[in-house]
């Protein structure tokens, strides 16, 4: 099966104890049945804490609940007890796979580093070069993928293309790869998927107003995992946005792009992600005034791509709500 993956993939390594925002705080990881089958089976002082520890939430979902916001078995010294007493293959697949985003499209398969990690972060805003991306193949059989897969590949390729083309400003590069998005959207909704890879961008007029502050309070009144996340998107509202590199912002596209606009294969909602991914560019770039560009990557990433909730919200209310309508995008992308 042939593999997706960016280009700085191979050099992602987790920072383990000197992680500055580990990833076994605040998030509850879900453990898998057979991980959970094993830490039956572990002796001792660790398999009785193990088994004690394991506790079903709301959704029924086994899981290791917190403690004081730390996953109970993250050291003083930050590192994971399973992992040091056990090996790696103990830990659960959640911890395992982490950062790593994986999409099965069945004749292949996609892999992204969450911005959420610092690691990953940091690779993905460690260079101002265009985001590239490479495949490889493995032993594993292809599956049969949905047709749709076929059309949405090329289109997804012609879009990475306008987010990448340097001889124009980023601004006026989003708001082309919008209009396509719009155009395309329609193929979708009437069922001619094999339009897609010739489809023009679409016009529209801006509106009178653009996104802010109406964008910022969205976020605020979605589902919160870090308590001060309301008050950096209340302090970016007021804060004078701060001059990012294009490059860097361009890179940030191109992440979310990669990761989210072929989804649309499963709901035919590509227009909504094209939206997500401008929203996130936008909103990351008024949030790096208040507390840097890598901070504020990482603090998007965190509370929306790892909420399915809120990535649903957001998706909704791009569809719904006039005040985050493509109209609006265009007057906030000035033009
Ligand atoms: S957030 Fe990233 S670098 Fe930090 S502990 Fe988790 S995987 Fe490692």
Redesign the pocket.
Known sequence: MLVRVPDYFDQFQ???GA?P????EKWEVVIDQESAAFYETVPGDLGEKLRSALKEDEDGDLCFPLNGGRCPFLDEDNLCEIHKKLGEEATSVTCRE??RFTEDYGPFREITLSAS????NALLLGSEAPLTFRSFETEEPEEDGDDWLTHLLPLRGRMLDLLTDRSRPLKARLASFLALALAAQDCLEEDCPEELPEVGEAVLSPAAEGLFPAALSFLASLEVMDPDWPALLKQAETVEPEAVPEELLERIAVYFAFRYLLKAVNDADLLGRAELCVFAVLVIERLAAVCGLTEALRRFSCEIEHDDGNLDALLEAFAMDGALSPERFLAELGQ
């Open positions: 987790c920072l383990a992680c925002h580990t990833c076994c982490h950062p990690c610092p690691a990953a």
